[in-house]
């Protein structure tokens, strides 16, 4: 099956998001309410096996918040309290706050060069994406064919719904597709919905379980910015970065 299809994750994937984008935000949002409550890095790194932010506030609230008097509306007030975090991370993307992680732009640009459907596969709120693919990736929101974001599935990672949604959208199979990830809770998503997946880590996930990956590595590199590849097969064939090219032989090899 020839490679037509690559399916990307947003948050630590695109972009380091989560420490100094997503973190910040919740905070601000906390302050802004009125609420006392700090995620800092160690906390949120805990936090982050909860997807979906709206999720991992009420999983905060009952894990850890004993004595929070509860609203009668819970589920309103952390809607509420969510779309408050949604403008500050969209602020702060906006203010240049969030860097494209190294080679994610030049892989993408191949991508679209080469004639390859493009697409989002996320959790998080699709401002969020919107934001970030108009400033830090300069504008490329309409390269991508679908962009599934958020609440559009019933089931969030590492349930394979947004996965399939995406692939259903583009009438696509999962043989001829390739997801990019990089946590735990996202290749057991794609994986549940049969993609090869590359994984490109980050410090909240480089101790993550990756079984099942079809390549792992700590950035997708450059040229003259070498990644490192934890790969058993021969397919790399001496590669120093994620291309194109070995992104085909990856799939041609599974
Ligand atoms: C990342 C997430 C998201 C973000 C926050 O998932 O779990 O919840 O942390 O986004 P992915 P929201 O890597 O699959 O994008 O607050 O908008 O939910
Ligand atoms: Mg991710």
Redesign the pocket.
Known sequence: MPLEALLF?????LAD??RDG?RI??NAAFAEAGLDWDWTVSLYGEL?A???????ILHYIETQCPNFQRPPDLKGYIADL?DI??RH?TQLVHRGGIAARPGVKRLLFEARQAGLRLAI?????PE?VQALLNTSFDGVEDWFEVIGA?DVVPN??PAAD?YSYVMEKMGLHPDRCLAL???F??LQ?SLAAGVQTLISYNAYTQDHDFSGAALVVDHLGEPDMPCQMTYTGTVSNGATYVDLELLKRLHGAQ
């Open positions: 994750d947003v948050d630590g994937t998001t989560e997503h935000a919740y982050l909860i997807t979906g932010g709206k999720e991992r969510h975090k949604t991370f596969a996320t959790t998080t709120t969020n958020g969030k990672k947004i990830e990089d946590s809770n996202g998503s």
